[in-house]
Structures are given as structure tokens and as C-alpha cells.
């Protein structure tokens, strides 16, 4: 994994903050000097970079997968919960950093009608058990929370939690959902091509970069790739696509913080490094 700090973005959109961040890790930020900023109510790329070293251009064009299939309803639910569990300060966590993930569709409307049953016992479940796990970067554990309602059933929540090591984080604990799976993942990619590939053909660059921000899943970017590989015959398009950039955002309001990863979609190889991009802190922080 190759580190990198960069300095606060100035763009006011959330996605080109995230392009901008991107400019200035990829290549020791020959590309981050006066970028061109397209207007969005047109059909354009998000930005066409030219090089500092040789004056090749670059555009990119920016998409989302969302973590839940009807992400907006899903997030609604999931947003109390969040801030209840990121609230969590517990001794046992110093210099770590908390990832909880949790399914789409995790609550069921006999567990909506009780939330805030539902959520105490989340909270002392992870209180009892987030101090127990063993750091280990990437690796997922899985549990299931049973959740006796008062109609003396026990539905289980699933949740899936890393946890890092040695890291200076301002909150140890953040939470997220996990990307659709099966059908839906693929249709929410079909849609991001269909929508996104054109403008970026179309784009006066010589070399373009598909930005797909993902919702954080562990090794998420895998399956959108899968996807992308097996659905690539649809779309003669993606043959003029020289990478697709996979941006983790999940830190990014939080810590500061985006990985990205590139695979290039004719060899479907992925480049050797994951790039940690951090925001330098501001005087202010």
C-alpha cells in the first residue's frame, strides 16, 4: 500500500472532491495543477487534467455504487443506528480503527417497529465484543445479534466488523452498509456504464479513467470488476477506457481518508499498489 498525503480539497461537489484527492496521489500529482473543471449541467466529464511531465490530458468521469438497493430509505433507517454505534468510546480501542458493515435490508419492519430495542442491544452487544477482536487488516468478522422482541421471538442481525491496528484516527468507529449483491450489483453497474462510458469516450483526453466510488465493503471492487468482465460484451465502449479507478471513500468526512485501487479493464489486471490518499490537517482540525 503506498501512502500519500494530500492537501485539502477546494472543490465544494462531493465527487470532485474525490477526483481532486485522486489527482493529486496518482503519479506524485502531475495532473493536480489547474485541472479543467467541467460544467455539470452538461453532459460532460467531471475533469480533463492535463500532465505537468509531457502535457498528456487526462479526464475523468465519476460514478457511485450505493451501499444499499434503495440506498436512500435503507441510509434513513441505518442513519440512528450509525451515529449511536460511532458515538461508542471504549478504552479497548485505542489506536484502532472500527469498521461495522451491515446487509441491505438489515432491519425487518417487526425490527423497525422496536428500534430503539433494536439499537441497545446492538450497542451492548459491540460493547462487549469490540474490545475482544484482534486487529487484522482486511479480515472480516461476522456476527449475528439476536434481538429478543417482546413477542418472545430472537431475529439475528448480521454485521460484519474489522478491525485495524495502529492507527491515529479522530473516530475509531465507523459504519457503513455492504453493496447488493448478485443481480442488483449488476444492475446498478449496468446503469453506472450505460450512463457514464459515452461522455467519457467522448471526452478531447488521451488517456480516461472510470471512477467508481464503492461503499466500503471489503474487496467490494472485486465484485463490481467481476461484474464489469462479465458484462463487458454489452458495452464495445469500455475497449477505449484505459483504467477504472475504484475509490473507497468510507473515511473521507471522517478521517480524511479515500483508497484507491486501478484495474484496467482490457487486461483486467490490477495495478501493484493500493494508494492511501490523507488529507493533510487543516490548522483548524
Request: proline share 6%; charged share 25%; aromatic share 8%.
Amino acid at each position: 500500500m503506498q501512502k500519500v498525503t494530500c492537501p485539502q480539497p477546494s472543490r465544494k461537489r462531493h465527487d470532485e472532491r474525490v477526483v481532486e484527492v485522486f489527482l493529486h496521489t496518482y503519479k506524485q500529482g502531475c495532473f493536480a495543477k489547474d485541472p479543467c473543471w467541467l460544467p455539470q449541467n452538461r453532459r460532460n466529464v467531471e475533469v480533463i487534467a492535463t500532465s505537468t511531465v509531457g502535457g498528456s490530458r487526462l479526464a475523468i468521469e465519476h460514478t457511485r455504487v450505493f451501499a444499499f438497493d434503495g440506498h436512500m430509505e435503507q441510509e434513513a433507517i441505518l442513519r440512528p443506528l450509525a451515529e449511536r454505534i460511532e458515538a461508542i468510546r471504549l478504552p479497548g480501542l485505542s489506536n484502532k480503527w472500527v469498521q461495522i458493515y451491515f446487509q441491505s435490508n438489515f432491519m425487518s419492519r417487526p425490527l423497525r417497529k422496536n428500534s430503539e430495542l433494536v439499537q441497545d442491544e446492538i450497542i451492548k452487544f459491540l460493547e462487549r465484543t469490540l474490545p475482544t477482536i484482534t486487529p487484522n487488516e482486511h479480515h472480516v468478522n461476522s456476527f449475528n445479534i439476536p434481538i429478543p422482541l417482546p413477542n418472545g421471538r430472537h431475529p439475528t442481525i448480521t454485521v460484519d466488523v474489522e478491525v485495524w491496528g495502529n492507527m491515529d484516527v479522530k473516530r475509531p468507529i465507523s459504519v457503513s452498509g455492504i453493496l447488493p449483491q448478485g443481480p442488483r450489483l449488476e444492475t446498478q453497474v449496468t446503469h453506472a456504464l450505460q450512463t457514464k462510458l459515452q461522455k467519457l469516450v467522448d471526452a478531447v483526453a488521451d488517456t480516461r479513467f472510470l471512477m467508481i466510488e464503492i461503499a466500503t465493503h471489503t474487496e467490494s471492487e472485486i465484485a463490481v470488476a467481476k461484474v464489469i468482465r462479465r458484462i463487458q460484451g454489452e458495452f464495445p465502449l469500455l475497449i477505449k477506457i484505459d483504467q477504472v479507478v475504484f475509490a473507497k471513500a468510507f473515511g473521507f468526512d471522517s478521517e480524511g481518508c479515500i483508497f484507491f485501487r486501478m484495474w484496467n479493464p482490457q487486461s483486467e489486471e490490477w495495478a501493484l499498489n493500493v494508494l492511501n490518499a490523507r488529507i493533510e490537517k487543516s490548522n483548524n482540525s
